[in-house]
């Protein structure tokens, strides 16, 4: 499975799922928080690479 997110050329789960594993094992916090934190970090990687590229789309 390719995980791009095609209009902003970026690879997301690579960037937010092993430091949010890392933080989640580190603090001890249960597996719904986990999947929240990748949720939000996935949602973050992606709008910020959206307004990266928001003046080049047309």
Do not use: K
Request: some cysteine; hydrophobic content about 40%.
């Amino acid at each position: 499975m390719c995980d791009v997110h095609r209009s902003t050329l970026t690879h997301v789960t690579p960037e937010v799922i092993p430091p949010a594993l890392a933080i989640a094992e580190r603090d001890g916090l249960s597996g719904r928080d986990l999947m929240v934190a990748i949720a939000a970090g996935c949602e973050v990687t992606t709008r910020i690479g959206l307004t990266r590229f928001a003046g080049e789309r047309r």
